[in-house]
């Protein structure tokens, strides 16, 4: 059912006053403009740092300086266990099991290990399909694991682009280029939300895709986990990882996370590549020759849980936990939906909005394309104390966040833009 805004102020905080999650706001630190907290719309590329962390963070020093080495047994949250506190709020964000679901290394780290054990090209089957027009990160990682197995990117590497003067790949382009190669194909591999337009991809249907020409499916899920409720288990994705730095809030550099679904993450015959961390619990201190790996997603840990740098992710995702995904979904479809509104009311600057209207087919980014004068635009708000994301060539990311940013935020965006 579509919404019935209305571009003014008062409208604005009117819908502020009724959002039962405006109160998480309060949890977030702001940057300051001349003074005041900017307007923050840059989430998508790091998220705000949740009030909470300092806290958090005192109580570890506290516990390194009173237990030393002692701590990874005796801290509030011994070390030795740590990553074993995010597995349930992790498991409710990527609709996982919790032993499908680990916090470890960071993002591309994790998407190279993950590819050791589902990218094992044989025969005919080699190749990978990918979105064209991915991450850079993602684009590296094909490139190289596709060489370490031999094979030359140009012949291995299946990129689907969109139509012609389309910015948007079909779902069913993806699906058709499957069908059309899935002999060869032995990996699908895309994002799950296209970082520079904002595209949710329909996962579910490409991994029965993929599924049935006997290809893995995995994605990188760095812009959807935290902003899509994913339902990764039910699906029957093989795994996906990703970052945390974005919509979950958990600090530059923060540690990434994985899902690997239950199927290979039980079946310790399934190949991995071995560390101490991802050793059974049980056996790990015996120090023994032999990996025997522990059950689930945890396996394919290779060192010691980074605690320091986990630290902002315990702290954001209690946050998560306390809001529910599910209200924070219903807040974002409307809280982008204004923003939406307000934009299609500017008409004196040429851009367009690249991200697909569909509410299920994006999350809470807003990709505008400029014709020109795009980078001035941008320095403009920036300027007006606005904090958006600029992307080469020509496009403003903008992302109205459900935990922090407001219908007011949204309408002093659109404001400032009128006086450009």
């Not at 009173?66 to 609709?95: C, D, M, Q, T």
């Not at 994301?389 to 002093?412: K, S």
Request: net charge negative.
């Amino acid at each position: 059912m579509p919404f019935s805004f209305e571009a003014s102020l008062v409208y604005a905080t009117g819908l502020d006053q009724k959002d039962t999650l405006h109160p998480f706001r309060e949890q977030f630190l702001f940057p300051q403009h001349n003074g005041t907290d900017v307007t923050y719309f840059c989430g998508n590329s790091l998220g705000l740092q949740p009030k909470s962390v300092s806290d958090l963070m005192d109580k570890e020093l506290s516990d390194w300086a009173r237990y030393g080495v002692e701590g990874h047994f005796r801290a509030a949250n011994p070390w030795f266990s740590y990553h074993h506190i995010f597995e349930e709020r992790l498991a409710k964000i990527a609709g996982a099991l919790k032993d499908e679901v680990v916090a470890m290394n960071t993002l591309t780290v994790n998407l190279h290990l993950l590819m050791m054990s589902f990218y094992r090209p044989a025969g005919k089957r080699y190749k990978i399909l990918m979105e064209a027009g991915a991450f850079p990160s993602d684009q590296y990682a094909m490139e190289t694991q596709v060489r370490l197995n031999g094979h030359d990117p140009a012949d291995a590497i299946i990129e689907i682009k969109p139509k012609e003067g389309a910015y948007l790949i079909d779902d069913e382009d993806i699906i058709s280029a499957i069908k059309a190669d899935g002999e060869a194909i032995a990996l699908v591999m895309t994002g799950g939300v296209n970082y520079y337009t904002g595209q949710f991809f329909d996962l579910e249907k490409i991994t029965r895709a993929a599924h049935d020409v006997g290809a893995y499916a995995g994605f990188d899920l760095a812009h959807a986990i935290g902003n899509i409720p994913l339902q990764l288990h039910d699906w029957n994705v093989d795994f996906a990882c990703w970052c945390s730095y974005k919509y979950l809030n958990s600090g530059p550099g923060g540690v990434g996370g994985a899902f690997v679904h239950e199927r290979y993450g039980n079946d310790p015959k399934f190949p991995r590549l071995a560390g101490w961390w991802g050793n059974d619990e049980q056996t790990r201190f015996k120090m023994q020759k032999g990996f025997i790996p522990q059950k689930g997603a945890a396996s394919w840990q290779m060192s010691n849980a980074p605690v320091f740098n986990m630290v902002a992710h315990n702290a954001a995702l209690d946050l998560f936990e306390k809001a529910d995904m599910d209200a924070l979904r219903e807040k974002s479809i409307k809280l982008t939906g204004y923003m939406e509104f307000l934009l299609n009311q500017i008409t004196h600057l040429p851009f367009e909005i690249i991200t697909p209207v569909e509410r299920a087919r994006r999350g809470c980014q807003l990709s505008l394309l400029f014709e020109d004068r795009g980078k001035e635009v941008f320095e403009a708000l920036t300027q007006n104390g606005i904090v958006a994301d600029w992307r080469e060539p020509n496009v403003i990311r903008i992302a109205p966040v459900p935990l922090y940013n407001t219908f007011e935020d949204c309408f002093r965006f659109y404001r400032v833009l009128l006086t450009i």
